[in-house]
C-alpha cells in the first residue's frame, strides 16, 4: 500500500513508552510454556473445557512468546479526527490472528471514544502495512493508544503517525477535503447523475479505500474516487452525521467472478485491504425500521461500462460489463420529508 501523502497535521501531545511484553503476555506464557506437568491453571481450563452442556467453558488461551510492543499515545480536544499510520517496517510474520508488525488502535476512557473505519470492532488492527482509522473524541477531550506489536528479535522502527481534523466549519472543511483530495489523487466532484447534496439531504461521511493510495474520508453528497485514471475501489463504508445513527445504514459489496460480502454497518469498512481484489458492485439500504422515513440513491463508474444508473434502497449497482472493477461512487441519504 502507497505511504499516505502528508496533509494539514493537528498539533498533539505524545507520550511514549515501550515494554517487552504485556502482563497478559506474561501471563499467559506462565500458564503455558512450563516444563514436566501442567501448571494449575493450565489444568483448570482444560477441565472446563470439558464442561457440560449449559456451563461456560473457559477459552483456551494462546501461547504467545518473544513478542514486544511500543505504545505512542495522542492526547486530542474534542472532534473528529483523520489518523495515517505509516508502515510499520521490518521483517513480517506470523502472529496469532494478525500479521506482524500489526498496530492496535482504541480510545480512553474506554466507552466514550469511537474508533471506526476499520473492519473490526471499537478497536482496530491495522498490518504491517498502515492505514487509516477514523476517531471521534468527545466533550473535554480524550487519548488515542496506538500499541504497536513485533517479534522482540525485530527492531523497532518507529511509525509516522499523521493527524488532520475533519469536522472544521462548513466552508473550510470543503476546501480542507478538495485539496486534500487533489493532492492524493482521488476526488470529489460533480458529473453526470446524482446531483450534489442538497439542503435536505443527510450529511454523510464516506470511507474508500483506493487501489496505491490505501483509505481517504470524503463526506457525502458527491462523486468520490478517480474516474479515468484506473484506481480500483477495493473497500467502502458509509456513516451518516445527522438523524440517522450509523447502524441505521447497512451496505454490501460485490467482487469478481461471484463473490459477496455480507451486510455491514456502524460504518465498518466493507471489502478488502492489500488483497488485490476490487470492487465490482455494492448495494446500501436503511435498516427496516427507518425504511419508511429515508431513501438512499446511489450509483457507481466503472473501468468499462462507465457510469451506472441510479440505484436505490438495496438494489445492485453493477456495471453492464462482468467483473468489472469500480472507480467511482455516489451515495445521497434523503429524507422522505425535510427533516
Known amino acids: 500500500m502507497a505511504k499516505q501523502k502528508k496533509a494539514a497535521s493537528v498539533p498533539v501531545k505524545k507520550t511514549v513508552t515501550s515494554s517487552s511484553a504485556t502482563r497478559r503476555e506474561k501471563r499467559t506464557e506462565t500458564t503455558h510454556q512450563g516444563s514436566g506437568a501442567p501448571s494449575q491453571a493450565a489444568q483448570t481450563i482444560s477441565d472446563a473445557s470439558k464442561s457440560p452442556i449449559g456451563k461456560s467453558p473457559v477459552p483456551h488461551i494462546a501461547a504467545v512468546s518473544n513478542l514486544s510492543a511500543s505504545v505512542k499515545v495522542l492526547e486530542l480536544g474534542a472532534g473528529l479526527y483523520l489518523l495515517g499510520l505509516g508502515e510499520c517496517g521490518g521483517s513480517v510474520t506470523k502472529g496469532p ?45 480524550g487519548h488515542i493508544w496506538i500499541t504497536t506489536y513485533r517479534r522482540s528479535d525485530h527492531d523497532a522502527v518507529p511509525i509516522e503517525i499523521q493527524v488532520t481534523r475533519l ?62 485514471q484506473r484506481r480500483r475501489i477495493e473497500a467502502f463504508g458509509i456513516r451518516p452525521l445527522e438523524f440517522l445513527s450509523p447502524q441505521e445504514i447497512e451496505y454490501k459489496a460485490f467482487g469478481p467472478q461471484g463473490r459477496e460480502t455480507p451486510w455491514v454497518t456502524d460504518g465498518k469498512l466493507c471489502g478488502t485491504r492489500g488483497q488485490g481484489m476490487p470492487l465490482t458492485g455494492f448495494a446500501i439500504r436503511l435498516a427496516p425500521h427507518a425504511r419508511e422515513n429515508y431513501d438512499v440513491y446511489y450509483e457507481g463508474a466503472f473501468f468499462e461500462g462507465g457510469a451506472s444508473p441510479p440505484a436505490a434502497n438495496g438494489d445492485r449497482c453493477m456495471s453492464t460489463k462482468p467483473d468489472d472493477p469500480l472507480e467511482d461512487i455516489n451515495v445521497r441519504l434523503v429524507p422522505r420529508k425535510a427533516p
Open 167 to 228: 469536522n472544521q466549519s462548513a466552508p473550510k472543511a470543503s476546501r480542507t477535503a478538495t485539496s486534500a483530495a487533489a493532492a492524493a489523487g482521488v476526488g470529489q466532484s460533480e458529473q453526470n447523475g446524482v446531483s450534489k447534496a442538497g439542503a435536505h439531504e443527510i450529511k454523510t461521511e464516506v470511507l474508500v479505500h483506493v487501489e496505491r493510495l490505501g483509505d481517504r474520508l470524503f463526506p457525502g453528497g458527491g462523486w468520490i474516487g478517480n474516474r479515468g
Open 97 to 141: 490472528g494478525v500479521l506482524l508488525p500489526a498496530t492496535y488502535v482504541a480510545g480512553a476512557p474506554a466507552g466514550q471514544i469511537e474508533v471506526f473505519g476499520g473492519a473490526t470492532g471499537p478497536g482496530d488492527w491495522l498490518g504491517p502495512e498502515g492505514g487509516s482509522i477514523v476517531v471521534r473524541i468527545p466533550a473535554g477531550g
